[in-house]
């Protein structure tokens, strides 16, 4: 009984999820009735204030600073006009006989350098629509192209990257946001090689079909309605990027290994050094970046308050979102039912604890629909017990750490993610429409990138 209350409520999570409810209120909600399911309906007052508010508060006492640097950051990127010189820029150099690839790296270069998927959705869709539209390309293919250089490589794969995903498991597994380099690049490559090509024989297939761009009635975005910042040179806006990135690496690799942080634990006997750095060295990169596009663009700034309070503000609703599956996932987990849901994932691969680790992560991150919800979830309830199978097996916490952001990346944009109706909705279109080549660029391709990778690491281990 207790594994079909959590199979019930996880299924009207997803439900009402994609039906736009909510998962602030549907969180606690849903948690609640598990419990009263599991026949633990009397402490469920004490479960909540204790379970599932803890759960939530740590989750946001840990990752608030790199959740609000990080909009913070994408914000002043938009809004000095930063983000819209590099698109541009990278338009001028591809033009319009390339659009796919156009809007991929678009996207790629801006959320590898720290700027967050929805700022980058907003900035980017109605320069694809006006290059898809010269270029008679389909705009059902748009969320896709933005989807691939935004939702996929960038935000798993690719080592260093400021994500959220890459950087959830760094505490559990004591990493830093480089971890295993050489396979998040292998891995990376093949996201974009394979999912270009994918998007570039839907092209050709519409070109043969004489499909065009279609007649749209346009949804203008709040962005197409902002006055527009000042024109920013392109080498003044990759600047804040390479600092992101630069920083990141310098006091990851530099820095931080060669000063002597026992005082630190010391001082702060909960505070483990080790565990720390990485995450450290991410938001110092990203507060140095928003001060240096702060500083030198100060002339110009349109209304730095407003940007500011923006960026702020435009932080809360994703880290209490997340925050609230994880307190959902820290009751789910404390249901005995989920001790049978916990051992079959762990068994599924005792020899290979990287196939169990993708396993679980995939499974949550899709029911969530949230790949940094499942994510958590996943390393909140599971994380030690990877751990130590890794240590067991001899194998690299590095490996295990891109396995884990490689596996939430994958099937986190089912139908019902908020990422993927906010895509839809930003550019004007329908699930029917355009859903089929988005799942295919970010649910498939990343699956079979996290195979490569795992195949890779058992063969030949971290690199």
């Known amino acids: 009984m207790g594994t079909l209350a959590i199979a019930v409520s996880l299924l009207l999570l997803m439900f009402l999820a994609y039906r736009g409810i909510s998962v602030l209120l549907l969180a606690p909600l849903m948690a609640s009735l598990a419990v009263l399911l599991s026949g633990d309906g009397a402490f469920l ?36 006009g930063a983000a819209q010189s590099i698109s541009s820029g990278i ?52 969320p896709a192209s933005i989807a691939l250089g935004s939702f996929t490589f960038t935000m798993t794969a690719l080592p260093g990257t400021p994500a959220i995903q890459n950087a959830i498991p760094i505490p559990f597994f004591e990493t ?6 050489g396979l998040g690049i292998i891995a990376g490559l093949i996201m ?21 761009y279609g007649t749209h009635k346009e949804r203008e975005t709040s962005t197409d309605n902002a006055e527009t910042p000042t024109t920013m040179p392109l080498a003044l806006a990759l600047i804040p990027l390479i600092m992101v990135i630069g920083l990141n690496a310098l006091f990851t690799y530099g820095i931080f290994p060669s000063l ?3 005082f630190i634990n010391e001082a702060f006997e909960n505070v483990s050094p080790d565990a720390q750095t990485g995450l450290w060295a991410i938001l110092i990169a990203l507060l140095s970046a928003s001060a240096w596009l702060i500083i030198t663009r100060w002339k110009y700034w349109l209304d730095l308050k407003d940007t500011v309070n923006k960026g702020v503000m435009g932080s809360l609703l994703p880290i209490f979102n997340t925050a609230s599956e994880v307190g959902y996932g820290a009751v789910i987990a404390g249901l005995a039912g989920f001790a049978i849901i916990r051992d079959a994932v762990l068994n599924v691969s005792p020899n290979n604890p990287l196939i169990s680790e993708a396993l679980a992560m995939s499974v949550l991150a899709g029911i969530t ?70 799942a295919m660029v970010t649910i498939v391709l990343p699956v079979v990138a996290l195979i490569s990778v795992i195949t890779l690491g058992t063969l030949f281990g971290s690199f």
């Open 45 to 80: 007052l004490p479960i909540y204030t204790d379970t599932f508010m803890q759960a939530l508060g740590n989750y946001v006492m840990q990752f608030f600073p790199l959740f609000l640097l990080g909009a913070l950051f994408g914000q002043l990127m938009a809004d000095s």
């Open 369 to 438: 629909g949230s790949s940094s919800g499942g994510l958590s979830i996943a390393l909140q309830t599971l994380g030690s017990e990877y751990l130590a199978m890794a240590q067991e097996a001899g194998i690299n916490p590095e490996l295990m750490h891109r396995v884990a952001s490689l596996a939430a990346g994958g099937m986190d944009t089912l139908p019902h993610s908020g990422a993927v109706i906010t895509l839809l909705a930003i550019c004007g279109l329908t699930h029917r429409q355009s859903y089929g080549n988005v």
């Open 91 to 142: 338009v001028s150099k591809l033009g319009t006989h390339h659009v796919v690839l156009t809007v991929v790296l678009a996207c790629a270069v801006l959320t590898y350098g720290g700027v967050s998927l929805f700022v980058v959705a907003f900035a980017i869709y109605p320069i694809s629509r006006e290059l898809f539209r010269q270029a008679n390309v389909p705009k059902r293919l748009i």
């Open 176 to 181: 830093n946001s480089f971890a295993a380099p």
């Open 192 to 212: 974009l090689g394979l999912g270009t090509a994918y998007l570039q024989s839907r092209v050709r297939k519409a070109t043969a079909d004489n499909e065009g």
């Open 260 to 262: 002597d942080l026992s």
